[in-house]
């Protein structure tokens, strides 16, 4: 089974996913991105038990791929990809499943990660995502200013898990306070919402 991904897709990939992967040991499996790959798409996920990301993508090389599979991949950093776009990144999973190889070009060739599968299951995200889908409120944000306030409250208390309270209101055209406090300093960041489309 193999897929072929456009570069600059699947570092969109790894860019919206790797920061939810686990750091720690207790659930090795969610050390891993699930990317479930169909012939036109692909599906990625990252899970840390805390936070879940996901990042869907058409890809572009949807009229060569015909394979659908699910594989577990560490996070790839890309530096010394062959960014030019004009090879792909190139995914298979080995014919028993026990492992997944990505075929990174680079300017002298290709590097490629093989990755063996872990025999854990990963979380049911359909089943996660289904139930975090049940809400009776949309607030919209500008993500670049929501992203430097988290980024300003994580500096200013010094801890990315501490903990950031979001004061919003029924009425989702009202100000939203975003709220955090360290052992010496509180601060507070204050948003009007995006409109919504």
């Known amino acids: ?8 897709q699947f570092k969109q990939i790894m860019d919206g996913v790797k920061h939810a992967v ?3 040991a207790e659930r090795p499996v969610l050390d891993y991105i699930k990317l479930d790959i169909k012939a036109d798409s692909v ?3 990252g899970c840390d038990g805390y936070t879940l990301a996901r990042v869907s993508i058409d890809n572009v090389y949807k009229g060569e791929n015909k394979d659908e599979f699910s594989v577990l991949i560490k996070p ?3 530096s010394k990809c062959a960014m030019d776009g004009s090879k792909p990144i190139e995914i298979t999973k080995s014919d028993d ?3 997944a190889t990505v075929a990174i070009p680079t300017a002298d060739g290709k590097t490629e990660l093989t990755f063996v599968q872990p025999t ?4 049911d995200v359909s089943k996660i995502l289904a139930t975090a889908a049940q809400h009776d409120r949309e607030l919209g944000v500008f993500a ?6 988290m980024k300003a409250i994580v500096k200013v208390t010094g801890s990315k898990r501490g903990t950031a309270i979001i004061e919003t209101k029924q009425d989702n055209t009202q100000a939203f306070l ?10 507070l960041q204050m948003f009007l919402p995006a409109h919504i489309q």
Do not use: F, P
């Open 97 to 99: 499943g026990t492992e």
């Open 76 to 78: 790839i950093s890309l």
């Open 144 to 149: 670049g200013q929501l992203a430097a306030a």
């Open 178 to 187: 975003i709220r955090a406090k360290s052992d010496y300093c509180d601060i």
């Open 1 to 8: 089974m193999k897929t072929l991904i456009c570069i600059s």
């Open 22 to 24: 686990s750091t720690d």
């Open 120 to 123: 854990d299951s990963y979380v």
């Open 43 to 45: 599906v990625a996920y």
